[in-house]
């Protein structure tokens, strides 16, 4: 298991923009999967990006040009750098981490969040 803390959020104008981090209480390098989700107020919680433990990236196609997934192993630090933000960006955005066990399979890891609040 690891333990997910992001950081970074907060009220933004329109067009602005934000970096998220997300701190691992353990080793990234290994960890499957590390990706960013959000939730907004009456929607479900969707896949923003991710990013694979050989480091390939992958993006929802409503932050695709404006989001960027990183991460920074020596650190043990996920990064979600976010511009052009618009008023349907406000959200609570995750992190997560997916982990895999052996005869388990595959295991999700949640920080508690950060909000993202873009102002119009």
């Known amino acids: 298991q690891v333990q997910l803390v992001e950081s970074g959020g907060g009220l933004v104008q329109a067009g602005g923009s934000l970096r998220l981090s997300c701190a691992a209480s353990r080793s990234i390098s290994s960890i499957n999967t590390m990706g960013w989700y959000r939730q907004a107020p009456g929607k479900q919680r969707e896949l923003v990006a991710k990013?694979?433990?050989?480091?390939?990236?992958s993006y929802a196609d409503s932050v695709k040009g404006r989001f960027t997934i990183s991460r920074d192993v020596a650190k043990n630090t996920v990064y979600l750098q976010m511009i052009s933000l618009g008023p349907e960006d406000t959200a609570r955005y995750y992190c997560?981490?997916?982990?895999?066990?052996?005869?388990?399979?595959?295991?999700?890891?949640w920080g508690q969040g950060t909000q993202v609040t873009v102002s119009s």
């Open positions: 990013i694979t433990s050989g480091g390939t990236t």
């Open positions: 997560n981490a997916n982990l895999m066990f052996p005869g388990l399979g595959a295991v999700d890891n």
